[in-house]
């Protein structure tokens, strides 16, 4: 068995628990809101047509910004309130896929209660029978295996969109299909996505039996399929062997691609020498991992000098890199409480980069150079480059008015950009596949883009915690680029891959 297998099979109990856990609690919320909607909308159509509406609106919008919205929404809330509501992790990913399944089981639920035969319901009112007695006697049951297929394709959709639940830092099997998809690990992608796909199919497995059930008036099948559900449910919802061990919790967050995995993978062993339990959130947005960190749903994670100046503070100016960091120090403290316990040592800056070939024959080896080139090229960025205020900046100074631009993940960027599919790509300095892939990266002499200093942010809760910030501190001004360069190649190259993990134990190898 390969390691990376060994690895994402060991990794596999834990994520297909939380992914049960969310999915299946979203599932039982949307019945519980669902089936009353659809009772009250077949009754009523001034009720019907604006609740089967916002369903189908709601439905329209993708799952992943759905659970997106949902982060800040709930800071929103808890700050208006004054409660301690947890923005991160499973009450978001909770609310989000229970809305995405209501549609299913209100316009299934009307569709059944519409659909029981009007003589059947005269002969009900004929014997006396009440409102309630009839609904309960004789249209839900009657109703039943249709309701039911409409709980079926409510919880196939929800277990394949928790998968996205990983986003606002709910662990789930997406953790794998992310993780691998970032690092170019296969076979996580492969165990993620089988996992779930086995998960939909048991589950709509056992729902059939008990819909098969009910057509058939067989309580054994009943009995079973539910009996099986509720098994499963319990085993979701019970503590994992060992949870309960000793020791104080921190959450670690990390954004989602390479780096990230290995400087949080790096964080963890030196917490979890100096005693900690940890846990991760991993794939976070840039946006929601600092407010996650002010909130104190996370408690540590690396951040970049540029992205906090203008994600964050809102800052067009480029000052040095020296005063930024004394900037970010001062206002992410005086602001958000937030601790900058300092830079690790290195930078990794946004670039703009092109193989050599490439740029050698349009001579182009500046910015300035590749605004005469930039109509006959095709730009390929990342996800969030064409929206942050960085490439404003670009536009501002350069102008640049490309063929086209599409983005990609980080993975399928630079593949993009050695099979021809992009002649330009967003780069980042400490990645050890611009020289392994022989690119160069275009200079700006405009200074339009930032420095990017790697800073290890504290939450306000451990900013006075001294054992916790002693821990991390060894970290800072330790990790030169060069060698940041070398692990970030570990596991992104094909060959000899590496782990996040192992990457991390070599580049901090006091860290364990």
Known sequence: MSPAFSEALADLPELARAHLLVSGAAVLIGVALGLPLAILSARHRLVRTPVLGLAGLIQTVPALALLALFYPA????????????????FLPALVALSLYALLPIVRNGVAALQGVDPAVLEAADGIGMTAGQRLLLVELPLGAPVILAGVRTAAVWTIGAATLATTVGQPSLGNLIFSGLQTENWVRVLVGCAAAAALALIVDGLLALVESGLKRRQRWRIVAGLGALAAALALAFAPMPGAAAGGETVVIGAKNFSEQYILASAIEHRLQAAGYRTERRDNLGSTVAYQALAAGDIDVYVDYGGTLWANILQRTDNPPPEAMRAELTRQLRARDHVLVLGALGFENAYALAMRRDRAEALGVRTLDDLTRTAPR????ADLEFLSRPEWRSVQSAYRLNFAGQRSYSPTFLYRAV??????????????????????????DPRRALPSYDALLLVSPRRAGDARFTGALRPLVGAIPVE????ANLMVDRDADKRTPEEAARWLDPDGR
């Open 483 to 486: 060698r940041m360069r070398q």
């Open 418 to 443: 050695t099979d021809g599919s992009a002649d330009l790509i967003t780069a980042f300095s400490s990645d050890g596949r611009i020289a392994a892939l022989d690119l160069v990266t275009l200079a």
């Open 74 to 89: 709930l800071l929103i809330l808890g700050s208006a309130t004054g409660l301690a509501i947890p923005a991160l992790g």
């Open 377 to 380: 090229l095709q730009f390929g």
